[in-house]
């Protein structure tokens, strides 16, 4: 997939454009917000391979805090760098963790963690770890990251760059919305819902190539 030349200011010239609001400085102080609107709602549609990233640490504790830009989480691997041992933990509520965390000490107080949840947005919790195994742990998550939100400072991010039509057919629906135009909104609305459904087609296609091509590589 290519970059497209998409920025910032030009999505700003096209909403006024397509609006044919090109002298009404109310509409156009609210441009920001369309956009910022727009790039929520993407982030709330999107796990999309392109914002798919890793993160590992050896500093795993009971508290982990979260990437920056961190959206959603996909996986949650540690492993034990002394035995080898390795495990996916599975998701969690906080309540659960806590309540699990009182009968894991008594019952496996050296079995790796079994569990992990949203502590709150920042910060990820892990069921109880042993201290006796604090420092030979490795963690490694992948997340979904929300773009850095486009701004006259921030001229590009990956929705300018890899899904230009989206963030036009978002922005151009909040702008529907604001304006109180049924029709507009059903038009972008179904606009966005086609462009979304077709990048989510590639994803899927991608994943298939890739599993195909590693299955190719084992045999």
């Known amino acids: 997939m290519q970059p497209n030349n998409m920025t910032y200011d030009s999505l700003v ?10 002298n009404e400085a109310d509409f156009a102080d609210f441009i920001p917000q369309f956009i ?34 961190w959206r959603c989480t996909r996986s949650f691997r540690v492993s034990n760098t002394v035995t080898g041992e390795t495990r996916t933990l599975l998701e969690r509520s906080y309540e659960f963790i806590k309540q699990y965390d009182s009968e894991a000490i008594q019952e496996s107080p050296l079995e790796l963690p079994k569990y992990y949840g949203d502590y709150d947005f ?9 201290p006796s195994l604090i420092g030979k742990l490795h963690l490694e998550v992948g997340y979904y990251e929300r773009p850095p939100y486009l701004s006259p400072a921030n001229q590009q991010n990956w929705w300018t760059q890899y899904s230009p039509q989206c ?12 304006l109180r135009t049924p029709e507009n909104i059903q038009y972008w609305g179904t606009l966005l819902q086609q462009s979304v459904s077709e990048i989510s087609k590639e994803d899927a296609n991608r994943i298939v190539d890739w599993a ?5 590589a084992t045999e």
């Open 212 to 216: 195909y091509a590693l299955k190719g």
């Open 36 to 69: 910022s609107m727009a790039e929520n709602r993407l982030a709330g549609i999107f796990k999309n391979l392109g914002q798919l990233k890793y993160v590992s640490t050896n500093e795993v504790t009971s508290t982990i805090n979260k990437p920056e830009n």
């Open 122 to 130: 920042y910060n990820w919790e892990v069921t109880y770890i042993n």
């Open 167 to 178: 963030i036009l057919y978002s922005a151009m629906l909040e702008t529907a919305l604001f």
């Open 13 to 22: 010239k096209s909403l006024v454009s397509y609006n044919q609001r090109k």
